[in-house]
């Protein structure tokens, strides 16, 4: 069973196999439960919640929770293994999309570029002005990567044509890693101080939630570029509206939101945050590898074979 919608790459192949059951673009609760009875693979979605009662929903016939996104926030995944299911993942094929989403974001953020766009669409623009929507330049600063795993660890790559001095902090070191792109592996606090740029990479989980509220905020450099693309429950977005608003920090770029697909209304209202639509992986590229994948793992799973890329196997 396809929660909502998989890619024609994934979908294809799974329909070469099994009997598919694809659910369109909504995943009402309710509904899913109705329809998840007696599936043996169920393809979730960061939108859709994998919690016990769905679980239960499924019955005994169900081995794998394929998930159509890197991060699994969105899965119980101590509820999977007490019933013995197979959880997988979709790492490494959207990798490149999300940091090229990423530097976009930091570019973005620091160059003003929604803030200038809306005026010129408005009709606002008078013409070339001295002084008129001055940002800040990202070559020669300094940037933290929060989370220096394969998404953080691409952005380090793509930023080294900007001449930038790269600073990370991380779960465990990642010596060879951090000696090819030249990275600074720092306490988080340390980073905070020291960075022009801050960019979050590590997963959502309890350790993590509003890894970035007031206290970390007030420890980050002033004037600087805060970016998130990785989920929106790092930061606590009133916190950080009141740190754009009194110029703590220059500005943001968020991709991701604590209540998708809301978006807080106190980020809506200022200038200096540049927001996108959760689309960090969405290029065709990337969209078809995560497809693909998801349906090479239920395949995998369903033969009895390993899982190509497992969260939790039994
Ligand atoms: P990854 O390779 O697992 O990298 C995560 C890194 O964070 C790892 O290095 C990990 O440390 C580190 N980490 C985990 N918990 C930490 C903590 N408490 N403090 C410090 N570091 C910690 O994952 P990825 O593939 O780069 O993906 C990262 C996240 O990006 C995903 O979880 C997802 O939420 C998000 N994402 C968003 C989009 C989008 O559309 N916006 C697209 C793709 C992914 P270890 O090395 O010790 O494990
Ligand atoms: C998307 O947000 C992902 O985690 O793949």
Known sequence: MIARYLPQAGSAL????????EGGAEA??????ARVAGAAALVSDPTVRVDGALLDAAGGLLKVVANFAVGYDNIDVDACQERGIVVTNTPDVLTNATAELTVGLMLAAARRLGEGERLLRAGNWTGWEPGQLLGRELSGSVVGIVGFGRIGSRVGELLRGF???????????????????????????????????????????????????????????????????????????????????????????????????????????????????????????A??????????????????????TPVYAP
């Open 14 to 21: 799974l329909a070469q196999h099994f009997e598919v059951d």
């Open 163 to 285: 001449d930038v001095t790269l600073l990370c902090t991380s779960r465990s070191s990642h010596p060879e890693e951090e000696s090819r792109l030249g990275a600074e592996r720092l306490p988080l606090d340390e980073l905070l101080a020291r960075s022009d740029f801050v960019t979050l990479h590590v997963p959502l989980d309890p350790e993590t939630h509003h890894l970035i509220d007031d206290a970390a905020l007030d420890r980050m450099k002033h004037g600087a570029v805060l970016v998130n693309t990785s989920r929106g429950g790092l930061v606590d977005s009133t916190a950080l509206a009141r740190a754009l608003e009194d110029g703590r920090l220059f500005a943001a770029g968020l991709d991701v939101y604590d209540h998708e697909p809301d978006v807080p209304d106190e980020l809506l209202a200022l200038e200096n945050v540049v927001l996108t639509p959760h689309m960090g992986s969405a290029t065709s590229r």
């Open 28 to 33: 009402v609760a309710e509904a899913l439960r």
């Open 287 to 308: 969209r078809d590898g995560m497809a693909e994948l998801v349906a090479r793992n239920v395949i995998a799973v369903l033969a009895g074979r390993a899982p190509l």
